[in-house]
């Protein structure tokens, strides 16, 4: 196929058509140069909505037990197109979407059984929306959706989930950037509003069984009141996962934007071993962080915020009103709010019902750590938490800092409601949870989710390396307090790093030590110093 699309019936004559069709409409030859890219880029263009058109015509004598596989390989898009009836696969691989025109998949219209989207390389902008829609009511229990999006690249647009997804919906978006530059028209979407401008958006939408990953990726909102993700119109997962890994969330406009952003009117909510987890996240925000609405629900299942670091106005986690009930658990674990005088979670409406929470290894610049909580039954656990300046060890200190009523396990210390999600773990031995069938990971939770890259150990743990020859590269940190090299030759083409932002917050100083050693062929020793933001958390005296 010549630089276009194809849409494949099996077993049929449809892909040779549109192949033969595609041919002639390049092939031709023009009278001059530039009449020859002149016609060649219409006739592209032309080719992909005509493919798509053919593709929506043919689905009337296709016979129901067969599928169009669609492919779109380069080209652009600048026609509002939708892709659903007949259809069982999509892949859109190097396609730029412009004109700010809407892309439909509608999972409804497509044919019973496994279904796939995949977008690759993809280029959106203008104001362009990539809608995943699903279904209004009850979801048809007849079919699977795998969606793939890698690489997408977008200076104005916005990827949209959109209704029930069908159940053992997995939903994978990496290695993606994604910005909303300015207003959104979301066509496709009565209830949001031009002011919304978010690069991700979850609108309307019950999640059964699915899972949505975000990784590797930055979310950026440049326009007035946008939000780097944006959730409304109720969003309710059961036995399912929302994981953001390893992504930036940034939002620049003004004090009314935030990084991620759950309506007032809207709920979230998690049930039946479900998970909403955060970690190793940077928020980047000029008014709002992590804002949960006033309608949060979490029960048996887990809310967490793991290896998050943020500079906002205020707090980091913000939360208006919800529950935690019983099997509930809120894990604030090395969440830092590195903002002038800022917190690392307000939760003023939320009350704690019979579930548990937990807060460790937090650091806020701000005298108050997390306030506004309401218990009536359950339990808040901490750990080896800062807050303005310094380490906070007594039931005292955290009243101080806005937590009346908590259990303080020491820095050196661990405990299982610390590190374990209670209703699948059987055993917690040496600080080592020991989960029940169902449970996954060093927290037993009900899906695999990735650790914190930084923190961890603390306690005082030393990292010493005494009289050996390093010949691989190495980073040294993982929650220590002091790094310290004696008679070590480095040898090699090999850079042994030494990171301060992974070592430990929670001590009255760190220590690095390097005595007797010999750097020889090549070899690079490196001290990674901190942002000034970070370094305000961090101890006085190195």
Same mark, same amino acid.
């Given at each position: ?275 909403? $987890? *955060?970690?190793?996240? /940077?928020? =980047?925000?000029?008014? #709002? !962080?992590? &804002?949960?609405?006033? @309608?949060? %629900? ?44 800022? $917190? *690392?979670?307000?939760? /003023?409406? =939320?009350?704690?019902? #019979? !579930?548990? &929470?937990?807060?460790? @290894?937090? %650091? ?179």
């Amino acid at each position: 196929m010549v630089n276009g699309a194809s849409a494949t019936h099996h077993d049929s004559p449809i892909g040779t058509c549109l192949g033969l069709w595609m041919w002639s409409a390049v092939g031709a030859c023009p009278r001059s140069r530039h009449r020859e890219l002149h016609r060649a880029a219409a006739a592209v263009r032309m080719a992909l909505l005509v493919a798509l058109a053919l593709v929506a015509a043919a689905a009337a004598w296709i016979p129901a037990v067969h599928a169009v596989v669609l492919r779109l390989r380069g080209g652009t898009v600048d026609r509002a197109i939708t892709v659903g009836h007949a259809v069982d696969t999509v892949l859109m691989d190097g396609v730029h979407i412009t004109n700010g025109v809407a892309v439909v998949f509608d999972v409804p219209a497509m044919l019973p059984g496994p279904l796939r989207i995949e977008l690759r390389d993809c280029v959106c902008g203008g104001g362009a929306q990539i809608y995943v829609r699903g279904y209004s009511g009850e979801p048809a229990s007849d079919r699977s959706l795998e969606v793939s999006v890698s690489g997408l690249s977008g200076g104005h647009c916005s990827l949209v989930f959109v209704h029930n997804l069908p159940a053992h919906t997995n939903v994978t978006v990496r290695d993606s950037t994604i910005a909303t530059a300015g207003p959104m028209r979301y066509s496709q979407l009565g209830g949001l509003t031009d002011a919304v401008a978010s690069p991700l958006v979850l609108y309307a939408t019950s999640l059964l069984q699915t899972q949505l990953r975000v990784s590797n990726t930055v979310l950026r909102s440049l326009q007035a009141g946008g939000s780097a993700v944006h959730i409304g119109g109720d969003v309710d997962l059961l036995s399912s996962a929302v994981v953001l890994d390893g992504v930036l969330l940034e939002a620049s406009g003004g004090p009314t934007a935030s990084a991620m952003n759950v309506t007032s009117s809207s709920r979230l909510g998690l049930r039946s071993h479900s998970v909403f $987890s *955060v970690t190793n996240v /940077s928020v =980047v925000s000029s008014g #709002g !962080g992590l &804002v949960l609405g006033e @309608r949060l %629900a979490v029960s048996d299942s887990v809310l967490r915020f793991v290896g998050v670091e943020g500079s906002v106005a205020s707090s980091l986690v913000r939360c208006g009103g919800g529950t935690v009930s019983a099997g509930g658990w809120l894990d604030l674990h090395d969440v830092w709010a590195v903002g002038e005088a800022s $917190s *690392v979670a307000s939760l /003023s409406g =939320v009350t704690l019902s #019979g !579930g548990a &929470v937990s807060i460790a @290894r937090c %650091a806020a610049t701000g005298a108050t750590l997390v306030f506004g909580l309401t218990i009536t039954s359950g339990t808040v656990t901490v750990q080896c938490n800062r807050a303005g300046g310094r380490v906070l060890q007594s039931s005292g200190d955290y009243r101080m800092a806005g937590l009346p009523s908590v259990s303080v396990v020491p820095c050196d210390g661990c405990a299982a409601a610390l590190a374990c999600f209670d209703a699948l773990t059987a055993s917690f031995f040496d600080c080592v949870c020991g989960c029940r069938a169902g449970g996954l990971g060093e927290a037993c939770l009900p899906f695999d989710v990735p650790p914190a890259r930084f923190g961890g150990g603390g306690g005082g743990a030393q990292g010493r390396v005494s009289g050996v020859t390093l010949t691989e590269s190495v980073t040294v940190g993982g929650g220590r307090v002091t790094a310290c090299f004696d008679s070590v030759v480095f040898s090699g083409p090999i850079i042994v790093a030494v990171d301060l932002r992974s070592m430990d917050a929670f001590d009255d100083a760190l220590n690095v030590t390097l005595r007797h050693c010999v750097l020889a062929g090549g070899a690079q020793l490196r001290i990674g110093g901190l942002s000034e933001s970070t370094a305000r958390l961090m101890p006085h005296v190195l």
